[in-house]
C-alpha cells in the first residue's frame, strides 16, 4: 500500500474481512457492536494509520465545528490571557480555533478574513487591527449569516455582538484620581483615535478635566502606538520639554512603565515630580518601580463573554441581534506611581 495513500474505512474493512458498516460503527463506539470488535477496529485503525474524516463529514453537515480568531498580535498580555479564555469554552463546547494575527495591518487583518471564509469557520471572534477604517471585509460574513463578535477593539453594527469594558468611565477615574492627588498638567498618551477604546479613554480624559475645572491643553495630548519603543521615546520628549507634565496618563501599561523608566533614570522623581498611570494591568505594572497605576482589566473573562456568546448564538441558545453590546467590569488599581498624598482616593482600589 502506497504510503501516502489516506486509509478509509475500506482498507479497514478489506483488512479486518468485515463490513464498511461494522467499522464505521465500531469507530463511533456505536452500543451494537461488540466490545472485541471495537478493539480490533481500534487497533488496525492505529496501525495502519487510518485518520477520521471530520472535515468532511462536518461539511456534509454544513458546520466545521471550527470557529476563527482574528488579533491584532499574539505578544501581548491582553491578547493571550483573552485567547485563554476563548479555548476554555470552545474546548468545553467541543469547537476548534483557527487564530491569526493582523501585525496591526488592515491589509493583513483582510487576508486573514479572507482565510478563516475560505476555511467555512462556523463564526469568528475579532479585535481590530491599529488601522482598521473600512469594515467591509466583514461583509462576506454578514451575508452568509455567520456570526461576529468584536472584541476589547470593536466596531459598532446591528449585526455583530460587542464585548467591551467602560473604557470612558475609567480614563475618567482615573485622570480624575491624579487632579485629586493635586495634578494640574497631566499628559495623555494615546492610541489611534479611530479605535474605540483609544477615543473612549481620550474623552473620558478629557471631561474628567474639564469637570475638574482644568484646562485642556493640546500640546498635553499625544497619539503614538503605545509600544515599548514609543514609551522610551516619549520619555526622552518630556525631558526635553520646558513646562513638563506633572503626571502622565499613558492607555496603556507597556508604554507608561518604558517611559516612567526614562523619566526615573533621568533624576525624577516618580510621583513627587511626575505621577503616571497606565491600562490594562499588565504584569510590567507590578514589576517596574514604583508599581504602576492602572485599570484592572478582565482579559481573561472577555475572552471567555465573547466566545460564550459566540457559541449561544451557533446552538440557539442566545441571539445577537437582540444583544449588541456587552460591557464587563472593570476597576482602577491604584499604586504608589500615583500617589502624592494629596486625595482621600475613597472608593478607589488600593493596591
Do not use: W
Not at 451494537?32 to 471495537?38: A, D, N, P
Not at 444583544?323 to 475613597?346: F, H, P, Y
Amino acid at each position: 500500500m502506497k504510503e501516502d495513500k489516506e486509509i478509509t474505512i475500506y482498507d479497514l474493512a478489506k483488512h479486518l474481512k468485515i463490513s464498511a458498516a461494522t467499522v464505521s460503527r465500531s469507530l463511533k463506539d456505536h452500543p451494537g457492536i461488540s466490545k472485541s470488535t471495537k478493539k480490533k477496529v481500534q487497533e488496525a485503525a492505529k496501525e495502519m494509520g487510518y485518520r477520521s474524516n471530520n472535515f468532511a463529514r462536518n461539511l456534509r453537515k454544513q458546520k466545521t465545528n471550527t470557529i476563527g480568531v482574528i488579533v491584532p498580535k499574539l505578544n501581548s498580555y491582553f491578547v493571550s490571557s483573552a485567547i485563554a479564555g476563548m479555548e476554555k469554552i470552545a474546548n468545553e463546547n467541543g469547537y476548534n480555533l483557527i487564530i491569526s494575527q493582523s501585525l496591526e495591518s488592515v491589509k493583513k487583518e483582510i487576508a486573514n478574513t479572507i482565510t478563516m471564509f475560505n476555511s467555512r469557520v462556523d463564526g469568528l471572534l475579532v479585535s481590530l487591527a491599529y488601522d482598521t477604517e473600512n469594515m467591509e471585509h466583514f461583509d462576506v460574513f454578514f451575508d452568509k449569516n455567520i456570526p461576529v463578535v468584536f472584541f476589547d477593539r470593536v466596531y459598532e453594527d446591528s449585526r455583530s455582538l460587542n464585548v467591551i469594558i467602560d473604557n470612558y468611565r475609567n480614563a475618567y477615574d482615573i485622570t480624575k484620581h491624579l487632579v485629586d492627588e493635586g495634578c494640574q498638567r497631566i499628559m495623555h498618551i494615546a492610541g489611534n483615535l479611530t479605535r474605540n477604546v483609544y477615543a473612549e479613554r481620550c474623552r473620558g480624559y478629557k471631561d474628567a478635566l474639564r469637570d475638574a475645572g482644568v484646562e485642556f491643553q493640546d500640546e498635553l495630548l499625544i497619539v503614538n502606538e503605545l509600544s515599548e519603543e514609543a514609551g522610551k521615546e516619549l520619555g526622552k520628549k518630556i525631558l526635553q520639554m520646558q513646562n513638563k507634565p506633572d503626571a502622565v496618563f499613558v492607555a496603556n501599561d507597556v508604554c507608561a512603565a518604558n517611559c516612567m523608566q526614562i523619566i526615573k533614570t533621568a533624576g525624577y522623581s516618580i510621583p513627587g515630580d511626575i505621577a503616571f498611570a497606565g491600562f490594562n494591568n499588565d504584569p510590567i505594572s507590578k514589576i517596574v518601580e514604583p508599581h504602576l497605576t492602572t485599570v484592572n482589566y478582565p482579559c481573561y473573562e472577555m475572552g471567555e463573554m465573547a466566545m460564550r456568546n459566540l457559541i449561544d448564538h451557533l446552538t440557539g441558545d442566545g441571539s445577537i441581534s437582540t444583544t449588541n453590546k456587552i460591557i464587563l467590569r472593570s476597576e482602577i488599581v491604584v499604586r504608589a506611581s500615583s500617589l502624592k498624598g494629596k486625595g482621600n482616593n475613597q472608593g478607589l482600589h488600593i493596591a
